[in-house]
């Protein structure tokens, strides 16, 4: 993991670049990744957070990625806006009440199994309706937990125990998702569906098919795009937008 100047720095960057959510996580998510401690997790993130706050524009949202009540406790002692729960709630059952109690944005994605074997052989019936459902009963929990509905935002999780037909079927139909009512957030940044399609294994290339998808975003409805290069997917959304909106 970097360190806390690095990590800020490139921050700031992103913010510079048009970023108004910034996304820190203190385990890999990845494909085949090992899950983290929450006290390493604190270790990694808590110094990034707190010297983020001290320079960073007042109207932007710290977003941290975990699904541990006790890490998310720690970022929100902080100042911390939203968390990015991959579990959509199902791996820390006080989560959604901590992410209640204090008035939080949070996010709720789909996932099929755990990063260390999402990707074994990921098998549904109908993708789509499978992801809504679970995507919908976890949202009713969370109001029922607290959480106020314009508060809420959904992700269907882009390469989070999918194949490629499952991701591709999931883009095609992203309006599904943007109609549910809540606010909708879309992550394919240098996944490796683009990769699978276009044959280009360095993660660094795949800004362009990453782009096309934030541009198809648009036009589906969604709001937030989680992206790893802001400038050139703030101008792929910008110009959809005037498109969209002409």
Known sequence: YPSTKCAVDKAMIMIEQGATIIDIGGESTRP????????EQKRRIIDVISQLTKVMPKNTIISVD??????AEAAINLGVGMINDISGGKDDNNMMSLV????????????????KTMQDNPKYKNVVSEIIDFLTAQSEKAIK??????????????GFGKKTEHNLEILKNLKEFSSLGYYTLLGTSRKKIFGEISGSNNPAD?????????????MSGINIYRVHDVWQNKQAIDIAYSIKNN
Do not use: F
């Open 32 to 39: 085949g990744s090992e899950r983290v401690s929450a006290i």
């Open 66 to 71: 975990t699904t541990s009540s006790e890490v």
């Open 100 to 115: 209640a109690d204090n008035n939080l944005y949070y996010c709720i994605m789909h996932m099929q199994g755990s990063p």
């Open 145 to 158: 937990c607290g959480i106020s509905k314009d508060k809420i935002i959904l992700d269907p999780g882009i």
């Open 206 to 218: 795949r800004v362009s098919g990453t782009c096309a998808t934030s541009a198809l975003g648009v």
